[in-house]
């Protein structure tokens, strides 16, 4: 079984729009983080956003929010006021306590291209 | 900032070469990484190395090696390329004790005839 799912492979968005990139996850390790990354065609990865799985919060950078839902084990992107400088690929990775790597080995999911519209 | 370099971003290599991609990064992170990208598989990790002179595989290694003979450098090397190693390679670092992020290097892209 997969253990990141992102499901939508494409997505449009109008720019100043907000957007929701969906991400669940299969684990059960109790302690694990959460992480999105963007990939602008240049190819590097970008840190976004952090989720701890003991935080009591939804994590917040900026435009950026996570929405958190552990009994669903759903880790969703909020992109709010869309740029388009957003068009770009996003994965959403998975860090477990008991992965190998020493605990920071992160699995990541196939994607989603995020274009934005004019 | 943390900064992690590759040696190339576009490298082309014939089939049957041996092939060195070198990874640096100047925070003195203990944790060092490569995975491989491919359209609609994501990143999957070939190796990481978690010391000077330690390494261990990680879900892909067939192919691949590696070598840490200084704790800033991490060398992902293809013994004998292949056209299947054709692909998008990134280097990743992070500090022992700290799980929030991995820092990641601009990548090379492969391509071997």
Redesign the interface.
Same mark, same amino acid.
């Given at each position: 079984a997969q253990k990141?799912t992102q499901t939508q492979p494409g997505m449009f968005v109008q720019e100043k729009e907000a957007v929701t990139l969906d991400c669940t996850y299969d684990t059960s390790d109790p302690s694990y983080?959460l992480?999105w990354?963007k990939q602008p065609s240049?190819?590097?990865?970008?840190?976004l956003i952090?989720q701890?799985s003991y935080d009591q919060q939804n994590a917040t950078e900026g435009r950026y929010s996570l929405n958190f839902q552990k009994a669903r084990k759903s880790a969703n992107l909020v992109i709010s006021a869309s740029q388009l400088g957003d068009s770009a690929m996003y994965?959403c990775?998975m860090?477990e306590q008991d992965s190998?790597?020493?605990?920071?080995?992160?699995t990541?999911?196939?994607?989603t291209k995020l274009s934005v519209i004019p | 900032d943390v900064k992690v370099t590759q040696s190339s971003?576009y490298l082309v290599k014939r089939t049957g070469e041996k092939v060195f991609l070198e990874c640096v990064q100047d925070m003195d992170h203990e944790?060092m /990484?490569w995975?491989r990208q491919d359209p &609609?598989? &994501? =990143?999957? =990790?070939i190796y990481?190395s978690?010391d000077v002179k330690m390494k261990?595989k &990680?879900d892909i290694p067939e192919g691949y090696s590696v070598s840490r003979e200084k704790k800033e450098r991490f060398s992902l090397i293809l013994e004998s390329a292949s056209t299947n190693q054709t692909s998008?390679y =990134?280097c990743?670092s992070?500090r022992?004790g700290t799980?929030?992020?991995? /820092? /990641? +290097?601009? +990548?090379t892209?492969l391509t071997v005839l």
């Open positions: 990141i983080g992480f990354y240049s190819g590097e990865m970008i840190f952090y701890g994965f990775a860090r190998g790597a020493g605990s920071y080995q992160l990541f999911g196939k994607g | 971003r944790n /990484f995975y &609609g598989l &994501g =990143l999957r =990790l990481f978690y261990e &990680g998008m =990134l990743a992070i022992t799980y929030n992020e991995q /820092f /990641f +290097g601009p +990548g892209r």
